[in-house]
């Protein structure tokens, strides 16, 4: 099961996959889940060859309707830690997902260690999710980090539960690097493994 890399369609499926008809959605869900499975695969030979271990990754796409805004697949940690792997109308990405009841003490906390993280790759970022009805996501990337907007992100994260620390690529990026996404992707889980091993080790 070779993985080439992703294709435009990958990515515009979830912006036009309500205009579908149901045989068209079917076809085009189905090649999604396929691409994506193969970059997974790619991903745990990678790991394998580096390692001799097993990236264990749950590839079933259990939760890939067509609500979906995106398809992923999840390294779990434990019950309020995972990595996940995803691709979405405008992105493939890896990230660390940190659920919290108190995110604000956290980010707090882990100021300098995020700081220091996003100062590392262009492609870093961090994300609040699950925010109050109508409120937008909110994301820092990398290039646009300043003291002001750490201050805004700690105070937006009152109404979430749920951060996002990793890194992604966007479609023209992705579709350029062909099956070497999962090469930086694969160095990416490493550079997120270190995040994650100082949260446990300080938890």
């Known amino acids: ?95 660390l997902e940190i659920k919290d009841d108190n995110l604000k003490d956290f980010l707090t906390k882990y100021k300098d260690v995020i700081k220091q993280f996003l100062f590392s790759n262009k492609h870093a970022f961090i994300e609040l999710q699950n925010l109050g009805k109508g409120d937008k996501k909110t994301r820092i990337l990398a290039l646009d980090y300043s003291e002001k907007n750490y201050e805004g992100f700690i105070m937006e994260s009152n109404k979430s539960k749920t951060l996002l620390v990793g890194f992604i690529y966007n479609k023209n990026e992705a579709i350029k690097l062909g099956k070497d996404i999962t090469k930086h992707i694969h160095e990416n889980y490493y550079e997120i493994s270190k995040i994650k091993d100082l949260m446990l080790q300080n938890n």
């Open 1 to 95: 099961m070779d993985f080439n890399g992703f294709v435009a369609a990958d990515f515009d499926f979830f912006k036009k996959k309500d205009k579908f008809t149901k045989e068209e959605y079917d076809k085009f869900r189905n090649e999604v889940k396929l691409h994506f499975r193969k970059f997974c695969y790619e991903l745990q030979k990678i790991y394998h060859k580096n390692t001799d271990g097993v990236l264990e990754l749950d590839k079933e796409f259990h939760g890939f309707s067509k609500k979906s805004e995106e398809i992923a697949a999840y390294n779990l940690i434990k019950d309020d830690m995972r990595i996940k792997f995803f691709l979405n109308s405008e992105n493939v990405g890896i990230c």
